[in-house]
């Protein structure tokens, strides 16, 4: 990276404190790629500090009513650093991230105290609730301030995606009868649904529940989260017309996809667009109704009114290099009714951002926390203490990069996630920064600059199930979009049942 570049990196912190640290960061920084590696000790704690993130950690506690009822080796600030800590360094044991965590965070240890035991780590994490790690998540969920994101937006409208995935737990008589167990599996689970920015593929917003929770009733302990000025992208699992209707109700505008049975689509087409689109009116049949209600425990409920939609159906063609063809076909249901301003084509190709949610969970899961890792706590409290704990840091290292990005005018797709969180735990950072902390913050999205950038526009498409891994590659291909009309009945047609 040249030094302009550099210096462009670093034009927001001026002579500010990156500058006047004692300790070579901005040096170190400027120096190159090797820059973790020149940080002295001094620099490196001086880093931890402004990264912990000290008033959202009190913030929470607070929030949640935690008071240390005496004085212990390891109060509740600090275990919910440590915490963080062991979502940052996954895979390390208890004392190795006690030795990394604990020296920089001065002022918080009882005097004379030295680093504890990993022994009285377990039971300083019994007495905080997960609820303090998870009002923590909401403080890291909220987007900082910050120029226009590259790649973050379509229509004027920010891009969010509605999705689901799993975490196994520790095979314990506790976590079975709170997570609950897959058939044939061999360990409990968690369900886990998150709302994500596809711009940035930070998390916004999530619930965590047992297997045996449904995505779709996660999904609707979310519906809030929705805002006006977003366009909301959805897999074919969660439609639902209550749902559609409740989730644009907030503002949001939707572009979900639905299944391409038409008795999963209580619908009727009332006009085809120029576009190949086409107008239909969602209509709640009485066996859905019935259903609804018997969900809800009440026969009163009334049906829901009916509303015009807009669906897009296409047929998505996926050649490789060697000159296989496979064909998909989508349906996309939306409130965008101007195909004027929205044509289908780029309806079809904004679904295609969806995928962001799903890069964002091998992230967490796969490059944050390990392969097949399966988290450590022996309870349900402490399982989702870690969920929330990783959430928290997953957050940080995307705000990380999305600064980085900004300052440089870059999409962050082109920002390296394995870079960031190799400089981000090469220079100790322990937790997840809630505020933006102008030296220790800056000098790691200046050591991410120095990174080569990822080559994000390239079109590939890799085997999903281990299965077609066992045969398959990954491959360049080609996309073609190629708009259908849908075999809904039409209006006038008889009435749906």
């Not at 030094?3 to 034009?11: E, G, P, T, V």
């Not at 920002?415 to 809630?434: D, E, K, M, Q, Y």
């Not at 077609?468 to 190629?482: H, L, W």
Request: charged residues 25%.
């Amino acid at each position: 990276m040249s030094q302009s570049a550099m210096s462009l990196a670093f034009s927001h912190v001026g002579t500010g404190v990156a500058e006047k640290d004692g300790g070579g960061v901005r040096e170190a920084v400027l120096a190159g790629p090797c820059v973790v590696a020149e940080l002295d000790d001094r620099a490196r704690s001086w880093l931890l500090e402004r990264l912990v993130g000290r008033d959202a950690v009190r913030a929470a506690l607070a929030s949640c009513g935690h008071v240390d009822v005496r004085r212990r080796v390891l109060p509740g600030e600090v275990t919910v650093n440590v915490v963080l800590g062991l979502g940052l360094f996954s895979g390390e044991g208890y004392d190795s991230v006690l030795a990394k965590v604990v020296p920089a965070l001065s002022g918080q240890l009882p005097p004379g105290v030295g680093v504890p035991t990993g022994s009285a780590l377990s039971q300083a994490r019994a007495r905080v609730d997960e609820k303090v790690f998870h009002a923590l998540f909401q403080a890291t969920a909220a987007e900082p301030e910050r120029g226009l994101v590259v790649g973050a937006c379509e229509f004027g409208l920010e891009l969010t995606a509605f999705d689901g995935t799993i975490f196994d737990l520790a095979d314990t008589d506790a976590m079975r009868e709170w997570f609950a167990t897959p058939t044939g599996g061999g360990h409990p689970q968690a369900r886990v649904v998150t709302l994500t920015a596809c711009g940035t593929r930070k998390v916004r917003a999530a619930a965590v529940g047992s297997y045996a929770t449904s995505e779709q009733e996660l999904v609707d302990t979310l519906v809030d989260s929705l805002a006006a000025g977003t366009l909301n992208l959805a897999d074919r699992n969660f439609f639902s017309m209550a749902r559609f209707l409740a989730c644009a109700a907030t503002g949001a505008q939707l572009a979900w996809r639905v299944k391409n049975a038409n008795d999963c689509l209580p619908a009727k087409v009332s006009a085809t667009l120029p576009d190949g689109s086409q107008l239909v009116r969602l209509h709640e049949s009485d066996a859905m109704l019935a259903r609804r209600r018997r969900k809800a425990g009440t026969y009163s409920l009334p049906r829901l009114s009916d509303t015009i939609a807009r669906l897009v159906e296409f047929d998505l063609f996926v050649k490789d290099e060697r000159g296989r063809t496979r064909r998909s076909r989508f349906r996309i249901l939306t409130t965008l009714l101007d195909h004027d301003t929205h044509p289908a084509q780029a309806i079809a190709a904004v679904y295609a951002q969806r995928w962001q949610a799903e890069i964002a969970y091998y992230r967490i899961k796969v490059t944050l926390r390990g392969n097949g890792v399966v988290l450590r706590g022996q309870t349900p409290n402490l399982a989702k203490q870690e969920i929330w704990a990783m959430l928290c840091v997953y957050n940080t290292l995307c705000d990380l990069a999305t600064e980085t990005a900004v300052s440089l005018g870059l999409d962050p797709d082109q920002i390296s996630f394995v870079a960031v969180l190799r400089l981000t735990r090469n220079h100790a950072a322990p937790s997840c920064a809630c505020t933006s902390p102008p030296g220790a913050a800056q000098a790691l999205r200046a050591a991410i600059a120095a990174r080569p950038t990822n080559r994000y526009r390239r079109k590939r498409t890799s085997p999903r199930t281990n299965k077609e891994r066992r045969t398959e590659r990954t491959r360049d291909v080609t996309y073609t979009i190629n708009i259908v009309t849908s075999n809904l009945p039409k209006l006038g047609d008889d009435l749906l049942t």
